[in-house]
Structures are given as structure tokens and as C-alpha cells.
């Protein structure tokens, strides 16, 4: 699983920096995500853009309200930006869409910069809910210690 993960996301990366590359920063999300789904889908691989990521809260099922921007082979999650810089609510983002879908890892582009390196990041979804719903009581002895 780690081997075709890191394959996919290999393919991914090099499609994205050769993207940037050739058509510089500074277009619309969409451009990049339109014109990088297709690249993709040329390197054999199954994208689906503006994937709907159902979620269930309190008994509620929510079909709607959030998308990815692409779902690659159903594996790997890219969030795409076109902006100045990245702030931490993007990460976290993508860290909430990865623990919606049960996924490992996803890739967060920043396609505004000058080159994609400093704006390409991985991560990793390693959220391991706990046994218990509420943490530990402490107890203290008599001395209050």
C-alpha cells in the first residue's frame, strides 16, 4: 500500500512541477486543477475532480457540504491553491478532509509562488481515536499531590 501510495503521489508531484513550470503562477485554482486532472488522467491514473465528501455528524448525513479538489485513484487527496502564501487552516483542512475520507495522505499545492517547491507539502493522516471518549481522571492523595 505504502509503495503504490508513494508511486501515485510521485506521478502527482512531477505532473505538478512540470505544470508550474510551463504555465508560471499567478492563474486560477481551477486552471491548475482543469489542466493538472488531465495530465494525470493521461499518466493512467483515475482523478476525480471536485470529489463531494459526505460526512455523518449527530445522526445527520451531509452529502454536499464539502469537495475535494482532486481524489486520485482513490488513494491520495490534492488540495490545490493559487495564493500569496499558505496559512495553517489549508493544513488542517486537508488534514480534515484526509480523516472524512479515512485516507492516508494527501498533497497541498500552492501554485502562486515562483516555483512549487516551497509550496508543496504531504500530509499524512495518523489520527488514531482513543479508547476512551474522556480523558483519564487524575487522582490525588491527601496532600493534594
Known sequence: MMRELDDITGE????????HKRLG???LESVYEAVLA?????????????????FEFDGVLFEEGLRVDLLVNGLV?????SI???APVHFKQLLT???????????????????????????????????SPRPPRLHRNKTGK
Not at 12 to 19: G, H, K, M, S, T
Not at 38 to 54: D, M, N, W
Not at 77 to 81: H, Q, S
Request: hydrophobic share 45%; charged share 25%; proline share 4%.
Open 38 to 54: 488531465r495530465e494525470l488522467g493521461r499518466r493512467h491514473l483515475t482523478v476525480e475532480r471536485q470529489k463531494a465528501v459526505a
Open 97 to 131: 478532509y484526509l480523516r472524512l475520507l479515512n485516507l492516508p495522505v494527501g498533497l497541498l499545492m500552492n501554485f502562486g509562488g515562483a516555483t512549487l517547491k516551497e509550496g508543496l507539502h504531504r500530509v499524512v493522516n495518523d489520527y488514531q481515536p482513543s479508547a
Open 25 to 27: 503562477p499567478g492563474l
Open 77 to 81: 487527496v490534492v488540495e490545490l491553491k
Open 12 to 19: 502527482i508531484v512531477d505532473a505538478a512541477l512540470r505544470l
Open 84 to 86: 500569496d502564501l499558505l
